[in-house]
């Protein structure tokens, strides 16, 4: 028989088994897609002229970066015009002129670039924020740091603070050119001080990535030190498919594909609704950085990072702790670094239903000898009680070193921390404990709202979930000290 005649066969069944994988997979699209709420207005526009690579080229600087953030906004500001004058939209939408939600009602828009100058200077301090969150999530921080002399300058990331649709276009890539561009300006600013960078969630890869070019780029300003709160260094591996997801949303009828989450928009200075395009990007910034990291570690151990302060809680539905140990922290230099986890309320959650319990990794850690950098565990002081101690454990240790009491409890009813609850205080306007006093602020710290399932357009996860640490202020303290001290706990 001819080779021609065999592999005619064979490509034919190729052809029709690759056919059968796409018609599944649009399909499944199709199905994925018609279950998602429809797309509103701010999920198909977004302000025109957003930061790209092409913008960095030259002498772009701050000021010009800040320009563009001013154009974007009155472009917003129109646009929020046009939705107020539509009967369809709530009060709530945070896009509504004279809002509820409006981001106007708070004293400064958090949304933007801003800057906190001291009048004498200690050092600088580079604020990078999450994927969907905006300079709000670390402002806390940031007005802290500079009462203790430090010029904080809290970037907003491209595509956010405006409109989620933002998020469809943008890549890692851009965001870590504007990270050099904020450290490039605090050099310009402060000259010998040193500069640190803190950087919350997806912040804190973009942090890393920065600090390994500097490492390689002699004319690249190189941060003093590193703070991380909830780093995304591992995600979910399914992530990798958001590429394919992302093409088959470009279909007619399957635009829903890009969006992950589509819900109603009522946070001024965080986005409700999250791109596919985002969660794939983070996919790409946390495999290169965790890839640089390693082959580093194995060409070049004697290049060192600064030194790194890692805060975590045991329990995070949004990234993975262990990847926090196994892709970045077992990989630096001993002695210079250290990770503070936050335990489960012991005390609440030896009766309670957990879906896991994330005992065996806590356990790992506390036994573990050959970890090169230190452990602070706050935890229960003991089972039967919520009041928490910070618990140290020095590198290659098995023995805690030292014990402290903090003077602090869990709140009645929580059970953990969660990823988005690290940065704010229990006096958060917006995120805390308790409602502030002041009238006519929507307050999104603890949503009760109860009814049938089904009836509102928010998430039960959403009103469940915990935004607000009981702890900040241990938090608060420990960055201080690193930043003025050094690495000792």
């Known amino acids: 028989m001819k080779p021609t005649a065999l592999l005619l066969p064979w490509l034919f069944k190729r052809w029709l088994l690759l056919t059968?994988?796409?018609?599944?997979?649009?399909?499944?699209?199709?199905?994925?897609?018609?279950?998602?709420?429809?797309?509103?207005?701010?999920?198909?526009?977004?302000?025109?002229?957003?930061?790209?690579?092409?913008?960095?080229?030259?002498?772009?600087n701050l000021a010009q970066y800040r320009e563009l953030e001013?154009?974007?906004?009155?472009?917003?500001?129109?646009?929020?015009?046009?939705?107020?004058?539509?009967?369809?939209?709530?009060?709530?939408?945070?896009?509504?002129?004279?809002?509820?939600?409006?981001?106007?009602?708070?004293?400064?828009?958090?949304?933007?670039?801003?800057?906190?100058?001291?009048?004498?200077?200690?050092?600088?301090?580079?604020?990078?924020?999450?994927?969907?969150?905006?300079?709000?999530?670390?402002?806390?921080?940031?007005?802290?740091?500079?009462?203790?002399n430090y010029w904080v300058l809290g970037l907003r990331m491209p595509g956010h603070g405006t409109a989620p649709s933002g998020l469809t276009s943008i890549t890692w890539e851009?965001?870590?050119?504007?990270?050099?561009?904020?450290?490039?300006?605090?050099?310009?600013?402060?000259?010998?001080?040193?500069?640190?960078i803190i950087g919350y969630s997806t912040g804190a890869p973009l942090a890393l990535n920065y600090a390994l070019n500097a490492l390689e780029e002699t004319t690249?300003?190189?941060?003093?030190?590193?703070?991380?709160?909830?780093?995304?260094?591992?995600?979910?591996?399914?992530?990798?498919?958001?590429?394919?997801?992302?093409?088959?949303?470009?279909?007619?009828?399957?635009?829903?594909?890009?969006?992950?989450?589509?819900?109603?928009?009522?946070?001024p200075f965080k986005y409700n609704s999250f791109t596919t395009n985002a969660g794939f990007q983070v996919h790409r910034l946390t495999r290169s950085v965790a890839r640089r990291i390693a082959t580093k570690t194995w060409k070049s151990p004697n290049e060192v990072l600064p030194p790194i302060l890692v805060f975590k809680s045991t329990v995070d539905a949004t990234v993975s702790t262990d990847a926090v140990v196994d892709r970045l922290l077992k990989n630096l230099t001993?002695?210079?670094?250290?990770?503070?986890?936050?335990?489960?309320?012991?005390?609440a959650s030896k009766n309670s239903l957990l879906v896991s319990d994330p005992a065996p990794l806590t356990n790992r850690l506390v036994t573990d000898q050959t970890l090169p950098f230190s452990l602070t565990l706050i935890t229960n002081e003991h089972q039967e009680s919520s009041e928490v101690i910070a618990r140290h454990k020095a590198p290659f240790s098995l023995e805690w070193s030292k014990t402290e009491k903090m003077n602090l409890a869990w709140p009645r009813g929580i059970i953990s921390l969660s990823h988005v609850a690290l940065p704010f205080p229990p006096e958060d306007p917006l995120y805390g404990q308790f409602p502030p006093k002041k009238e006519g602020t929507h307050f999104l710290g603890q949503i009760a709202l109860q009814g049938e399932r089904g009836l509102l357009k928010i998430p039960g996860d959403f009103m469940f979930r915990l935004r607000f640490n009981p702890f900040y202020s241990y938090l608060e303290t420990r960055v201080v000290d690193w930043l003025i001290n050094g690495s000792d706990p």
């Open 174 to 196: 851009e965001m870590a050119l504007v990270v050099k561009l904020g450290m490039e300006h605090l050099e310009s600013k402060l000259g010998e001080e040193p500069i640190h």
């Open 220 to 267: 690249t300003p190189a941060p003093a030190s590193l703070v991380l709160i909830s780093p995304a260094i591992g995600v979910s591996p399914a992530a990798a498919l958001a590429r394919w997801i992302i093409r088959m949303s470009h279909l007619p009828g399957l635009e829903r594909l890009a969006w992950v989450n589509i819900q109603p928009e009522f946070d």
């Open 334 to 347: 001993p002695y210079r670094h250290e990770l503070v986890l936050f335990d489960i309320n012991c005390s």
């Open 70 to 148: 001013d154009g974007l906004f009155a472009q917003l500001d129109r646009y929020a015009v046009d939705l107020n004058a539509s009967p369809q939209y709530s009060r709530f939408i945070r896009y509504i002129q004279d809002g509820q939600n409006t981001p106007a009602r708070f004293p400064q828009n958090w949304n933007r670039t801003y800057q906190l100058v001291p009048e004498e200077i200690k050092g600088g301090v580079l604020l990078i924020h999450g994927l969907s969150d905006s300079p709000y999530s670390l402002r806390a921080l940031g007005e802290t740091l500079n009462r203790y």
């Open 20 to 60: 059968i994988i796409v018609m599944l997979l649009l399909l499944v699209g199709a199905f994925l897609s018609l279950r998602k709420p429809d797309l509103e207005l701010w999920h198909h526009e977004a302000p025109h002229g957003e930061f790209q690579a092409k913008d960095s080229r030259g002498e772009y």
